[in-house]
């Protein structure tokens, strides 16, 4: 544990961050895996109207600082891919 007052406080920011951070990533996950769920079962209305919602939690978590930009990016393009080839 940290003695000095500075660092007591990064430590507690960087918890209120992390714990943030993992809200936002688990949001995108679960958006996502809904899209993924619905292309595997061949529901192509419904992948398309949860795509934007998924692509929404992605950019949300970009801007977050969450996810990498270039991750993000890439996540976007393959759940794209995946309704587009329904």
Do not use: C, W
Request: net charge positive; hydrophobic share 35%; glycine share 4%.
């Amino acid at each position: 544990m940290p003695n000095i007052k500075s660092a007591i406080k990064r430590v507690k920011t960087n918890n209120d961050a992390r714990a943030l951070n993992q809200a936002f990533k688990s949001d995108m996950r679960t958006a996502v895996k809904r899209v993924e769920k619905l292309v595997e079962s061949k529901d192509a209305e419904n992948a398309k109207s949860a795509l934007p919602v998924a692509v929404k939690k992605i950019d949300k978590a970009v801007q977050r600082g969450a996810i990498h930009t270039n991750n993000g990016n890439r996540k976007k393009s393959r759940l794209t891919k995946m309704v587009n080839g329904l």
